[in-house]
């Protein structure tokens, strides 16, 4: 019998946002940017949904990404993982998801899965990447 593992849904997201983005074609560092920003803009949706984040808090923070994006034109791009639209920058180093103008760096990222999951990561990394080989590519990127 497997061992059961007991960690809250943030850091299983994230890394499943990093094994679709690696599957899509991304490297490791971009998809560590990518999987911490879909967990990210999924906890902001899911605090909306349950009244947390007030209606003209939300309407405030699309107005502010709105104009995020016509600054910077030409400098911002949009990539879809697990069928949500996640902001990117270019930048010497690769792509890099970005929140609210911030740069993600794929060493935080990959300092709090290590801390989240400790000695399981590589256990639960492989299981989660044996889960996505399961799917064709554009049916994996969606779930």
């Not at 809250?8 to 599957?23: C, F, K, Q, S, Y």
């Not at 034109?73 to 697990?82: A, I």
Request: aromatic share 4%; no cysteine.
């Amino acid at each position: 019998m497997a061992n059961k593992i007991k960690i809250n849904r943030a850091p299983v997201l994230t890394l499943w946002g990093v094994i679709v983005a690696e599957r899509l074609g991304y490297n490791h560092d971009e998809a560590l940017t990518f999987g911490k920003a879909l967990a990210g803009l999924n906890a902001q949706s899911k605090g909306r949904s349950l009244g947390i984040y007030s209606p003209a808090e939300a309407e405030l923070e699309a107005e502010i990404s709105k104009k995020a994006k016509e600054r910077e034109v030409g400098k911002t791009l949009m990539v879809e993982v697990v069928s949500r639209m996640i902001p990117a920058v270019q930048t010497e180093q690769g792509l890099r998801a970005s929140i609210k103008d911030e740069e993600i760096k794929p060493e935080s990222v990959e300092r709090y899965l290590e801390k989240k999951f400790g000695a399981d990561l590589a256990d639960v990394q492989a299981a989660l990447e044996t889960l996505a080989q399961a799917y064709p590519i554009n049916e994996a990127a969606r779930l």
